[in-house]
């Protein structure tokens, strides 16, 4: 990919539309901006189901279209398998390696990307499929507060806490595994109260969609294994984060897309952000290091920088959004 490639007169009528798109689109009224002024870097932290990504991809695209004027780094280095109790069952992997355990690692990503928001989302793997047991819930919620110690350590301007998604059983349903996603919710959003802790549900939000949706069909599954949810799932995951932090008119949105103001490239900016999301999470998990087998080997991060930057240039076109020469950007075509 070379900036040479990006023709204008390629995208024009495309800038056109979307621009115009985002003038006229009302923006929806709220109390404060989602972040701070000074934000530029956002973590995230969490299991496999944080590592796919496509919910920080949505999370992404819908900050570059509604805020073009807002530039922030989305980092994921979500890890399949991890947990933050620290707990794995036996024959985890099929005997293959045990489920890491995130503080072996949380200072290492924490030094190297120091990120102005911290987004944690555990729980899911951390019962470790099992019923719900004190000594279990127990080893979940000190390493919750072990963890929330070592990362306001460096000092981010917010840590915000996800509950758990919603765990389908194949035969139980909603009343198998999720009932331990329960306790740990409930728990978390306790901890907002009694800690002080920013914490946005998740879990609850899907769990009522899941339920109304099943009333009228009894096959339908948010995802397929009961664990990873599909795009739908993820979008859910979205919406109920942005709506946590304010966006309030993505409310009823059935997907990504639609949430987004009109524009004719709107498709075409979230195929670019999930690529990307995709080179990037990999590098970033090589750079910080972990003790999980059989992960894609990711590119050396100055590599996935370089592609990072020239992915940012196709997406300021598509954006209307044009390169000062200094870092920086301005508006216009």
């Known amino acids: 990919m070379k900036h040479a490639d990006i023709k204008i007169t390629k995208v024009a009528a495309a800038l056109l539309a979307c621009w115009a798109a985002l003038f006229s689109a009302p923006v929806p009224a709220r109390a404060a901006a989602p972040f701070s002024d000074d934000t530029r870097t956002i ?25 073009p004027d807002r530039r922030y780094r989305w980092i994921n280095c979500g890890l399949p398998s991890e947990t ?21 690692r949380a200072d290492r990503v924490m030094e190297a990307v120091r990120p102005d928001v911290v987004f944690v989302c555990y729980g ?4 470790i499929y099992l019923p719900l047991d004190q ?32 765990h389908d059983d194949a035969r139980q349903g909603l009343e198998g595994y999720n009932l331990v996603l329960d306790a740990y919710s409930d728990w978390l959003l306790s901890q907002a109260a009694g800690a002080g802790w920013r914490v946005i549900d998740l879990h609850y939000p899907m769990k009522e969609h899941l339920l109304a949706r099943r009333s009228r069909d009894p096959d339908y599954r948010l995802a397929g294994d009961g664990v990873h949810p599909q795009a739908e799932g993820h979008w859910l995951m979205a919406r109920s984060i942005l709506a946590g932090l304010g966006e309030t008119a993505v409310s009823g949105k059935p997907d990504i897309i639609t949430a987004l103001p009109e524009c004719e490239s709107k498709e075409e900016i979230y195929r670019l952000v999930c690529e ?58």
């Open 276 to 333: 990307r999301q995709a080179v990037m999470k990999d590098a970033w998990l090589a750079h910080t290091g972990h003790d999980r087998p059989r992960m894609k080997p990711g590119l050396p991060l100055e590599e996935a920088e370089h592609i990072y930057g020239e992915m940012e240039v196709m997406l300021d076109g598509l954006l209307g959004l044009l390169h000062t020469g200094d870092g920086g950007t301005e508006t216009g075509l």
């Open 124 to 127: 899911m793997n951390d019962g």
């Open 135 to 166: 000594e279990r819930f127990a080893a979940y919620r000190d390493g919750m507060v072990r963890l929330d110690s070592m990362l306001r350590a460096y000092g981010p301007s917010e840590v915000i806490y996800l509950t758990p998604p919603v």
């Open 84 to 104: 933050a109790s620290g707990l794995s069952e036996e024959g985890h992997a099929g005997g293959a390696f045990p489920r890491p355990d995130v503080h072996a």
């Open 43 to 67: 973590l995230f932290l969490g299991n496999s189901i944080t590592y796919a990504g496509t919910y920080i991809a949505d999370l992404e695209t819908y900050f570059l279209v509604r805020y």
